[in-house]
């Protein structure tokens, strides 16, 4: 389904990704981890378009989407969702949802699917999508539109970013349903053992590569793997 090779990607003469080569097949939920600053925000904006790679391939249900913009890879059926969801002032939740769904949908499809992701939809289908809703309402109602795009990739960049714990805790449910909620396959970039564990299988990024492939407790072995330095203790006098 969606294949990078060889990709590249240099910004202020750093190396930000170096040749990555992924695959990753239709219909799986597959997190990405890793330190700060080890690539993985770059990598699913190279997948998006939002940023372009310096070589290599990507290829999209076996389309060559390199130097396609973002409103084309849309268009192929790639969704991105942002770590701080848009606000729209003078936009409702029902108006997003038509927009997001690219089709009239009645008030009742609007409010099934606002339920789906854990929202009272009566208190949320008409109002506005601004600063009076908090980070978790926020994130709920993104989920919603990505719900309705029906996209066959879907990408989350933390989602668990500036929201409490109350709303984590609630965002969690939402994503252990999104086999159901979601069709096609869900990339998801987080930090969270609890978001790890409903991967299908979890991809562990260090300095710009994918260091290793596997379940989630096996890359949560990895990752806290402590660095061991063997040294010899200098006899007394000795440089």
């Known amino acids: 389904m969606l294949e990078l090779k060889d990709v590249c990607f240099t910004r202020d003469n750093k190396k930000i990704l170096n040749n990555i080569n992924l695959k990753i097949d239709t219909d799986k939920f597959i997190a990405i981890t890793g330190p700060n600053g080890s690539g993985k925000s770059t990598l699913v904006k190279m997948i998006m378009g939002i940023e ?76 506005e999508v601004n600063g009076s809703l908090s980070g978790g309402e926020l994130k709920r109602i993104e989920i919603a539109t990505v719900v309705l795009r029906n996209s066959k990739l879907t990408i989350f960049d933390e989602p668990e970013a500036g929201i409490d714990l109350w709303s984590f805790n ?29 991967a299908d299988e979890v991809i562990l990024m260090k300095r710009g590569k994918i260091a290793e492939i596997g379940s989630s407790k096996k890359i949560l072995e990895e990752a806290i793997k402590p660095t061991v330095k063997c040294c010899r203790i200098k006899k007394a006098g000795e440089k």
């Open 170 to 198: 609630n965002l969690i449910e939402v994503f252990e349903n999104m086999r159901e909620l979601v069709k096609g396959t869900t990339l998801i970039i987080s930090h969270q053992e609890r978001i790890l564990n409903i």
């Open 52 to 127: 372009k790679p310096d070589s290599g391939q990507i290829i999209f249900d076996g389309k060559d989407i390199t130097d396609l913009e973002i409103n084309e890879r849309a268009k192929l059926g790639i969704s991105f969702a942002f770590q701080q969801p848009v606000k729209f002032k003078g936009i409702t939740v029902y108006d997003l949802l038509k927009i997001a769904s690219k089709r009239y949908i009645t008030k009742k499809e609007a409010c099934d699917v606002l339920s789906q992701v854990g929202l009272c939809a009566k208190e949320y289908v008409d109002r």
